[in-house]
């Protein structure tokens, strides 16, 4: 049972962490950004002060060989006039300039490469962090597209019941123009009718046309008629 609770904590745990990191990646991102942004300046700083130094050593070598030369034509010239004592105290001079020289030279050969190692690096450090500076950039314009995308779905999910709605009130609204446009025609009808039964009725009251409605008169005009024998015809 302990086992078990310890797996399910672990689990709960890491899930945890991963929606701690998917919901901060992008923030996480860009702090590591700066991070290697200033490790790579503070390396750049660094490089800077081995090429000072390189160039440094390269001058004390050349000022040694001046040296040298110097002290060689001395030495020759002190030979030429037979001071062969100043020519052998020269010479142990110049031997132990000539062997600073090699040190210093040797040392400036590994020196070089260092710096050409940390050039090569610097390089590199600098290209991959154009790379993930672009990646960053992308990273948050998918992002924005993502809850653009987002908040545009919600929005037409909670406003599709509105449409809906609205659909309905339209229908209902024309209708109810419908409705009315019948009404009007019927309304209009009606009256021409009875303008034309006004008309009808004004022509029969005067004698044109043919009556539209019995009188007693006529009634009892009819009756006497069918009254009469058959011999008063």
Do not use: W, Y
Not at 109 to 129: H, I, N, T
Not at 184 to 201: F, G, H, N, R, V
């Amino acid at each position: 049972m302990l086992k078990t609770l310890s797996t399910l904590l672990r689990g709960a745990v890491a899930e945890a962490e991963d929606a701690v990191f998917d919901a901060n990646a992008i923030r996480m991102l860009e702090q590591q950004l700066r991070d290697a942004a200033a490790a790579l300046e503070l390396s750049r700083r660094e490089l800077a002060c081995a090429i000072a130094h390189q160039s440094s050593e390269e001058r004390a070598i050349a000022a040694l060989s001046a040296r040298i030369g110097e002290l060689e034509g001395g030495a020759r010239d002190a030979l030429a006039s037979g001071r062969d004592d100043l020519a052998e105290e020269t010479s142990v001079v110049i031997a132990a300039t000539e062997d600073e020289r090699s040190e210093r030279r040797l040392a400036l050969e590994v020196f070089s490469k260092d710096v050409r190692r940390l050039k090569q690096l610097a390089q590199d450090g600098q290209a991959r962090l154009g790379d993930l500076r672009r990646g960053l950039e992308i990273a948050r314009a998918q992002e924005s597209l993502r809850r653009a995308g987002a908040n545009g779905r919600r929005a037409l999910a909670s406003g599709s019941g509105a449409l809906r709605d609205a659909e309905a009130t339209l229908v209902r609204i024309r209708e109810n123009n419908r409705r009315d446009d019948d009404v009007a025609t019927a309304l209009d009808e009606l009256e021409k009718q009875q303008s034309a039964q006004s008309i009808s009725e004004k022509l029969a009251a005067a004698g044109f046309g043919r009556k539209l409605k019995s009188s007693p008169a006529d009634v009892m005009a009819r009756l006497r008629r069918s009254a009469k024998p058959e011999g008063d015809k």
